[in-house]
């Protein structure tokens, strides 16, 4: 374990891996999912897990990972609540010898050798899915398809890549129209709220992209206070596939939920346990992910895990 000869702090030499980890926050049902798939996985792989939670702000991180630093863990993994930012952490990690792992979302450095590997979804793809899912479900509409969008939290790799893939589907074709695209934050509260505005703004919205199932599950609500139908009068795609959107999907008030898997945990400590033994990882781990309708959910809640 992590430290040298002298090494004090979390780092022993008892031959323990210990894992220093900068979560996002707690913002969302997947994010839920994810820190306990990461707990368990730790546990049952025998790492010494450092676990600090950022309360989305990227300061938090910032002060997380210098503190691994100092305390010499072997190895350290973190979710980037933003994509920017990260260069002089991240060149003070390396110059110390820690090994990163970024898990679940990208940073935007230039220099890919401040860390060893990134493993989660390919968000961009996701954003097609759902767009994909939009063109056929509209396919027979004549007239405009009036289009509002739950954004994720600013700057953040899903929020900016869920978009696109989106866009880059349905932007060609005139008959959609995006009216108000805004951030929700990822969260449930500030769903509702961001859909309470857009539906003041706009008496006719025929649909709803959200990048997460929480920030469609707040919108929900938002649309029932108006008095309409989720489902049926706005239909709604979302990402993630957490149960209580899979539960929304079955129960007729979401359309189509296009998954984005939380369970990193497994796969990031084998990657761990290799980056500290030496060996060469892959640049990318992708995740494996489908997409659900109102009836695949149906079958599919029984056994849903998170
Ligand atoms: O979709 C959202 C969470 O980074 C993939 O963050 C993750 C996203 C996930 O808050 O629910």
């Not at 990163?100 to 890919?112: E, G, N, Y």
């Not at 709604?236 to 596939?241: F, H, L, N, Q, R």
Request: proline share 4%; charged share 25%; glycine share 10%.
């Amino acid at each position: 374990g992590g430290g040298s000869g002298t090494g004090s702090g979390a780092g022993k030499d008892d031959g323990q891996i210990v894992m220093g980890f900068s979560q996002v926050g707690a913002e969302s049902g997947w994010r839920t999912a994810n820190t306990k798939s990461i707990q368990e996985s730790a546990e049952a792989a025998g790492i010494k897990l450092q676990f600090s939670d950022a309360q989305q702000k990227q300061e938090n991180q910032i002060k997380a990972i210098r503190s691994f630093i100092s305390q010499k863990v072997d190895i350290i993994a973190f979710s980037p609540v933003v994509e920017s930012g990260w260069d002089t952490v991240l060149k003070e990690a390396k110059d110390a010898g820690i090994p990163v792992i970024l898990t679940d979302r990208a940073v935007d450095s230039p220099d890919k050798t401040l860390y060893k590997t990134f493993i989660g979804s390919d968000f961009v793809v996701e954003g097609q899915k759902a767009g994909e899912w939009v063109k056929q479900e509209f396919a027979s509409a004549s007239g405009p398809v009036n289009m509002v969008e739950l954004q994720g939290n600013t700057g953040a790799a899903p929020a900016i890549d869920r978009k696109e893939g989106f866009a880059s589907v349905i932007g060609s074709d005139p008959k959609f129209k995006m009216l108000a695209s805004q951030p929700g934050d990822f969260t449930r509260v500030k769903g509702k709220e961001v859909m309470e505005a857009f539906l003041r703004a706009n008496p006719d919205i025929d649909l709803l992209y959200a990048h997460n199932d929480d920030m469609g599950l707040g919108a929900i609500e938002a649309i029932e206070a108006a008095g309409k139908k989720p489902g049926t009068d706005i239909k709604i795609v979302t990402v993630d596939a957490v149960k209580d959107g899979m539960q929304a999907l079955a129960d007729g008030k979401i359309n189509f939920i296009v998954e984005c898997s939380p369970l990193l945990g497994p796969q990031l400590m084998d990657l761990a346990k290799k980056v500290v033994a030496g060996e060469t990882v892959p640049e990318r781990v992708l995740t494996e992910e489908t997409t659900f309708t109102q009836e695949q959910a149906k079958s599919a809640l029984p056994d849903r895990k998170y």
